[in-house]
């Protein structure tokens, strides 16, 4: 089984390559699935492994992952639990923090494996887009990554495969706690009347359902934000902005034909 969570697609993509060579259920983390979790009861085969799949967030886990893996029901004390994680460089300590969190539900964390893939937050001062050839080299080398995790998990490989950069201490431990409770407001998103084209592909990429249209045509923020990043990187006009933070920013887009 593999749980997932995505923003821009880096992750779904990752997920899917994984389950292409694992078989399994695919089940993703949404606002929907959120909501239900707690009467959500997940039943995998003692023997099957399971895959937790997501973007690292400010060398953390996403909150929303959090939040997910915290309220789940299931048998899965039975199973093997593995984290593939997607990033942009690295994770800092983001795999002993999902490790802490299995533990604290009585699970079996085995190992985490982490995937360079390209960068995809914009909403901080000296954060952008890679280049188109950085992202080139991350996703050409993304499949044989995914080759080697399966391969890892598959013959029981023990140990962490993990990137973990440097100053990972003050990263995770420092950076991270104030990332989420500074840096994860809606607030700031709004439209650019005069390149917005009305077409809702905003509201249709956000998976927390927070993107609403108003009578008008034009994007509406609520509360419930994953700041996944999807509604700024999915408008084709360029129109969704997150306070003067994004001016002049990049945007990434899973190319068609990996997406599919």
């Not at 799949?53 to 309220?71: C, D, E, H, L, R």
């Not at 996703?139 to 995790?149: A, P």
Request: with cysteine; hydrophobic share 35%.
């Amino acid at each position: 089984m593999i749980i997932y969570f995505s923003g821009t697609g880096n992750s779904r993509h990752v997920a899917s390559l994984l389950q292409q060579r694992m078989k399994g259920e695919m089940v993703k983390i949404d606002a929907k699935s959120i909501d239900t979790a707690s009467t959500t009861h997940l039943s995998p085969d003692s023997d099957e492994p399971l895959i937790w799949v997501f973007p690292i967030y400010s060398w953390g886990v996403p909150p929303v992952v959090v939040k997910y893996m915290s309220a789940i029901n299931g048998d899965l004390a039975r199973n093997k639990h593995y984290m593939v994680c997607t990033c942009g460089d690295d994770i800092g300590l983001a795999h002993e923090q999902w490790r802490d969190i299995m533990r604290s539900r009585g699970w079996n964390a085995v190992t985490a494996y982490s995937v360079q893939m390209p960068n995809t937050y914009v909403t901080f001062p000296g954060f952008d887009i890679d280049t188109e050839e950085v992202e080139a080299d991350k996703l050409s080398r993304c499949d044989k990554r995914v080759d080697h995790i399966v391969s890892c998990i598959k013959s029981g490989t023990p140990g962490d495969d993990v990137v973990t950069g440097g100053m990972k201490w003050i990263k995770s431990r420092m950076i991270y706690p104030l990332f989420i409770r500074r840096m994860m407001s809606p607030r700031p998103f709004h439209c650019l009347d005069n390149q917005c084209i009305g077409c809702g592909l905003c509201a249709k990429a956000c998976p927390m359902d927070n993107v609403t249209l108003d009578e008008n045509h034009r994007p509406q923020w609520s509360d419930n934000c994953a700041m996944c990043l999807a509604c700024y990187h999915a408008c084709p006009k360029h129109a969704v902005a997150y306070g003067r933070l994004t001016d002049k920013k990049g945007q990434y887009r899973l190319p068609e034909q990996i997406a599919d």
